[in-house]
T-cell receptor, first 114, second 113 residues
Framework: EAGVTQFPSHSVIEKGQTVTLRCDPISGHDNLYWYRRVMGKEIKFLLHFVKESKQDESGMPNNRFLAERTGGTYSTLKVQPAELEDSGVYFC????????????FGQGTRLTVV | QKEVEQDPGPLSVPEGAIVSLNCTYSNSAFQYFMWYRQYSRKGPELLMYTYSSGNKEDGRFTAQVDKSSKYISLFIRDSQPSDSATYLCAMSSRSSNTGKLIFGQGTTLQVKP
């Protein structure tokens, strides 16, 4: 069974550009999460989808970040326009249960904004 | 103050040692406690989770939760070089009706042959 897959694995963009990250969750997992880790800090929650609906988006830093999950399958996270402080590793996770006790993580997308 | 505190280490031990990793937390609403292992350039991998207080054992790994002290631990017996990784604690509250996990900063462990 395939795990959580993220694309791309690494992205380097200039400040002001747009980047779109993609996450393919484990098949059958209704719950999908985005997390971010900036250098030297802990992994922080961004948002939680249940199917195509946003269950909790309390961690989204600002309106430059847009997450979508059309059709309740894969998800995208768009950053527009990117700023230097957006650099970090973006993780996607999925789970069957709502409270995420058994969440499976992808390998992450390392975003560098220069 | 962070909701979850975890000493980043690094922690270096000889092969075969018993390793103790710990986290403290401030939010008494946390009910689910997870331990993840993360190898370099990889995503976190769930080792085990416990609900409320008590112990849970899985092979060489034992997780303990002391809610009265707001303190959780992960013990690794007979540590191996392949256990060298960053260990992350994470917590959640069912009452929040969300799968949001609050992570500690992670402890880097090196097991020397």
């Amino acid at each position: 069974e395939a795990g959580v897959t993220q694309f791309p694995s690494h992205s380097v963009i200039e400040k002001g550009q747009t980047v779109t990250l993609r996450c393919d969750p484990i098949s059958g997992h209704d719950n999908l999460y985005w997390y971010r880790r900036v250098m030297g800090k802990e992994i922080k929650f961004l948002l939680h989808f249940v199917k195509e609906s946003k269950q909790d988006e309390s961690g989204m830093p600002n309106n430059r970040f847009l997450a979508e999950r059309t059709g309740g399958t894969y998800s995208t996270l768009k950053v527009q326009p990117a700023e230097l402080e957006d650099s970090g590793v973006y993780f996607c996770a999925s789970s069957q249960d709502l409270i995420g006790t058994e969440a499976f993580f992808g390998q992450g997308t390392r975003l560098t904004v220069v | 103050q962070k909701e979850v505190e975890q000493d980043p280490g690094p922690l270096s031990v000889p092969e075969g040692a018993i390793v103790s990793l710990n986290c403290t937390y401030s939010n008494s609403a946390f009910q689910y406690f997870m331990w993840y292992r993360q190898y370099s350039r990889k995503g976190p991998e769930l080792l085990m989770y416990t609900y409320s207080s008590g112990n849970k054992e899985d092979g060489r790994f034992t997780a303990q939760v002391d809610k009265s002290s707001k303190y959780i631990s992960l013990f690794i017996r007979d540590s191996q070089p392949s256990d060298s990784a960053t260990y992350l604690c994470a917590m959640s509250s069912r009452s929040s009706n969300t799968g949001k996990l609050i992570f500690g900063q992670g402890t880097t462990l090196q097991v020397k042959p």
